[in-house]
């Protein structure tokens, strides 16, 4: 529901939103053209919005300006960048572990008794392998901790997907085809705490109850998962 006020003569319509993993305040009001701006004193981004428009119109909006936005937010909160060489720090379901880059006969990643993430891989081996290798450890941790997920969580949303899938994404954490009721899930997750994948899960499942960001929406989430915005908010900030 939209709340409404006036201020200096202007109609103006407030709702929240998230959208893309992003929380948004949009305020419809008397104006010709649609803004969008961060906030420097706390970080709030504000869509101000023709009072005339959908919030579907607002939506296509952030969806087209996306890209611009996430490189604001990373300006804002850049991440040390990884070099994958000894020492780095790296992150698994939310806790710190320092990269140790060893030689093996074949190429692999795990988790030593030191508690670091060791890749072992030939001598002078390229960045990308590293990657790679990080990637396979991410994949492989994923593909453990799903499934226990799933187990927990469909009952309590009264739904279940025919088919789940890990891969890399760029703007999103979670994706549902609600037709085929496939679940995509980021990569990326496996850094974030593990409540972190429970709550991009439940996000998904409840998309199979309704598929649009509207109110029904996120009482249902409410309904399912009463502290989900504590959840993303550890989500955003890591």
Not at 60 to 89: C, H, M, S
Not at 143 to 161: A, N, Y
């Amino acid at each position: 529901m939209r709340k409404r006020s006036r201020s200096s003569g202007r109609i103006i319509q407030t709702i929240e939103r998230q959208w893309f993993d992003i929380d948004l305040n949009i305020q419809f009001k008397d104006i010709r053209s649609m803004r969008m701006r961060i906030d420097a004193q706390d970080g709030t981004i504000r869509v101000s919005a023709p009072y005339q428009f959908s919030e579907r119109d607002v939506f296509n909006f952030v969806q087209t300006n996306l890209a611009w936005l996430q490189q604001k937010l990373a300006e804002l909160n850049p991440k040390p960048k990884l070099r994958y060489e000894n020492g780095d720090i790296v992150h698994l379901w939310g806790e710190q572990h320092e990269l140790c880059i060893t030689e093996g006969k074949q190429k692999r990643a795990l988790v030593n008794n030191h508690q670091q993430i060791e890749l072992q891989l030939a001598d002078n081996s390229e960045k990308e392998d590293k990657i790679k290798l990080l990637d396979n450890l991410y994949r492989q941790e994923m593909k453990k901790r799903i499934p226990t997920s799933l187990l927990r969580w469909q009952p309590v949303v009264g739904k279940q997907v025919n088919d789940w899938g890990i891969r890399k994404m760029k703007t999103r954490w979670g994706t549902c085809n609600i037709t085929a009721k496939r679940v995509w899930l980021s990569l990326s997750l496996a850094e974030k705490p593990p409540i972190c994948l429970d709550y991009v899960l439940v996000h998904e499942l409840v998309h199979l109850h309704e598929k649009h960001h509207n109110q029904r929406f996120y009482d249902l989430m409410t309904q399912f998962m009463p502290d989900w915005r504590e959840c993303e908010k550890r989500l955003i900030s890591g």
